[in-house]
T-cell receptor, first 114, second 114 residues
Framework: AQSVTQPDIHITVSEGASLELRCNYSYGATPYLFWYVQSPGQGLQLLLKYFSGDTLVQGIKGFEAEFKRSQSSFNLRKPSVHWSDAAEYVCAVGASQGAQKLVFGQGTRLTINP | GAGVSQTPSNKVTEKGKYVELRCDPISGHTALYWYRQSLGQGPEFLIYFQGTGAADDSGLPNDRFFAVRPEGSVSTLKIQRTERGDSAVYLC????????????FGAGTRLSVL
C-alpha cells in the first residue's frame, strides 16, 4: 500500500537557522514525490517535485529536497529560514504520468522564532 | 490565468442537511480531483474525474457522498444527510492529463456541521 510518513508534527526553528523536514514513503513502483506548502486559508502550493534524474531538486522560495531511494526518503531543506516560511508543509507521493491520485503525509507545522 | 476556484469558501450547516460544494478547475485541465483534509491531517483522496466520468471513486467514504462533472469542467461534490464527522476542508485540484501529473489546488471549502 502507498503511504507517506512525516515523523515531525511540529517543528520550531529560529529565523536564519537551517531547516530539514523529513518525509518517508512507501510506494510499489518508482515514486514520484512532491512537497506542498499550505498557509492558513490558502490551498496547497507546489514547492518542488521529483520525477526522475538528478536526485537533488530545487524548488521555489529557496527550498530544495533530496530523493534517497535506499532510505525511502524525500527530505525538504532550506539553508536559512525567514519568518514568512511559517506554514504547514505536506509531502506527497503519486504517479508522474497521467491523472492519478496523490497520497499525502499528515503534514509538519513550521513555526519560526524571531 | 485563473487558478482553481472553490465556492463557497466556508459552509456551516446543521446535522442531517444536504450540501453542495463547487469546484471550477483551471481552463483546459481534463483531470479533476477532490480531497478531504481533517484537522491535523494531510489531504485524503476522495474521487477523481477524467473528463465527465469518475475514473476512481475509491476514496468516497460512503454513499452519502457523490460528485458530478456533467460537462467536463465544473464539478460539484454533494453530501447528503451530513454528519458532524463530515466537518473538514474539502480541497479540489486539477491537472492536465498530458505529461507530468502536477496537481494545482484551490483554496478549499471549510465545511462545519453543527
Amino acid at each position: 500500500a502507498q503511504s507517506v510518513t512525516q515523523p515531525d508534527i511540529h517543528i520550531t526553528v529560529s529565523e536564519g537557522a537551517s531547516l530539514e523536514l523529513r518525509c518517508n514513503y512507501s510506494y510499489g513502483a518508482t515514486p514520484y514525490l512532491f512537497w506542498y506548502v499550505q498557509s492558513p486559508g490558502q490551498g496547497l502550493q507546489l514547492l518542488l517535485k521529483y520525477f526522475s534524474g538528478d536526485t537533488l531538486v530545487q524548488g521555489i522560495k529557496g527550498f530544495e529536497a533530496e530523493f534517497k531511494r535506499s532510505q525511502s526518503s524525500f527530505n525538504l531543506r532550506k539553508p536559512s529560514v525567514h519568518w514568512s516560511d511559517a506554514a504547514e508543509y505536506v509531502c506527497a507521493v503519486g504517479a508522474s504520468q497521467g491523472a492519478q491520485k496523490l497520497v499525502f503525509g499528515q503534514g509538519t507545522r513550521l513555526t519560526i522564532n524571531p | 490565468g485563473a487558478g482553481v476556484s472553490q465556492t463557497p469558501s466556508n459552509k456551516v450547516t446543521e446535522k442531517g442537511k444536504y450540501v453542495e460544494l463547487r469546484c471550477d478547475p483551471i481552463s483546459g485541465h481534463t483531470a479533476l480531483y477532490w480531497y478531504r483534509q481533517s484537522l491535523g491531517q494531510g489531504p485524503e483522496f476522495l474521487i477523481y474525474f477524467q473528463g465527465t466520468g469518475a475514473a476512481d471513486d475509491s476514496g468516497l467514504p460512503n454513499d452519502r457522498f457523490f460528485a458530478v462533472r456533467p460537462e467536463g469542467s465544473v464539478s460539484t461534490l454533494k453530501i447528503q444527510r451530513t454528519e458532524r464527522g463530515d466537518s473538514a476542508v474539502y480541497l479540489c485540484a486539477s491537472s492536465s492529463d498530458r505529461g507530468l501529473n502536477i496537481q494545482y489546488f484551490g483554496a478549499g471549502t471549510r465545511l462545519s456541521v453543527l
